[in-house]
């Protein structure tokens, strides 16, 4: 089975701070996501990765920077974290980017809250 | 992006009842996922209907989608307890292809035991 570990299931920091939220996935997936998800707006893409070093943003990047040096691990930095930036955010990896038939898996999320 | 929306939002049925939930979206996709999410977990990929089919089965899961409609719906037979969770509909647009999958705003469902 896929495993996508999220280093923390809850983190509190704030405002102002730069926050590090780490991803490793286990199964040499190219591809990794990172998303937030809040209620009553569902999941909202920040930023992708498809290859080591490269990344691509999603629907709502700004804030937000993402950093991939290795093909497991996908980054995620809140440069000057800010309270709207309080939310659950969800990690996800897939194996093949020429394959658009595969599922994404996910990690368990991390809630952070920005005080 | 295009955005998948489910309907039903909230569905509260007893055990070994059926649940349905369907889902809409706006232009033209690859395939339609749909993911359960337990309380405060991450999400878990359940099954995945191509552009070209119809019908699908997983279990007790039932997936159909028309695409002439822009429509697909879940079907859970013989509903349990553990199957109380939200349930999302993604689809991967024609474009974007499966890196821009589009979530709906998820419909949650409570199985009462």
């Known amino acids: 089975d896929v495993k996508v570990t999220q280093s923390s299931r809850y983190l509190v920091k704030r405002t102002g701070e730069k926050v590090f939220l780490e991803c490793v996935q286990d199964?040499?997936?190219?591809?990794m996501f990172w998303y937030r998800q809040d209620p009553g707006l569902g999941l909202r893409l920040i930023y992708f990765?498809?290859?080591?070093?490269?990344?691509e943003k999603g629907d709502i990047p700004e804030g937000y920077s993402v950093s991939r040096e290795k093909k497991e691990r996908f980054s995620l930095i809140l440069e000057s974290a800010s309270t709207n930036q309080t939310s659950m955010y969800l990690c996800?990896?897939?194996?093949?980017?020429?394959?658009?038939?595969?599922?994404?898996?996910f990690g368990d999320g991390t809630r952070l809250s920005i005080l | 992006s295009q955005q998948g929306e489910e309907d039903p939002q909230a569905l509260s049925i007893q055990e070994g009842e059926n649940a349905t939930m369907n889902c809409s979206y706006k232009?033209?996709?690859?395939?339609l996922q749909w993911y359960r999410q337990n309380s405060g977990r991450g999400l878990v990929h359940l099954i995945l209907?191509?552009?070209?089919?119809r019908e699908k089965h997983s279990g007790r899961l039932r997936v159909t989608l028309d695409t002439s409609k822009k429509s697909s719906s879940l079907l859970i037979t013989a509903s349990r307890a553990a199957d109380t969770a939200s349930y999302f509909c993604?689809?991967?647009?024609?474009?974007?292809?499966?890196?821009?999958?589009?979530f709906g705003k998820g419909n949650q469902v409570v199985v009462i035991p």
């Open positions: 996800a990896s897939r194996q093949d980017r020429a394959d658009s038939n595969q599922p994404q898996h």
């Open positions: 199964m040499d997936h190219e591809n």
């Open positions: 990765s498809y290859d080591v070093k490269m990344k």
């Open positions: 232009t033209s996709i690859n395939n």
């Open positions: 209907i191509r552009s070209n089919e």
């Open positions: 993604a689809t991967a647009d024609v474009y974007y292809g499966n890196n821009r999958l589009a």
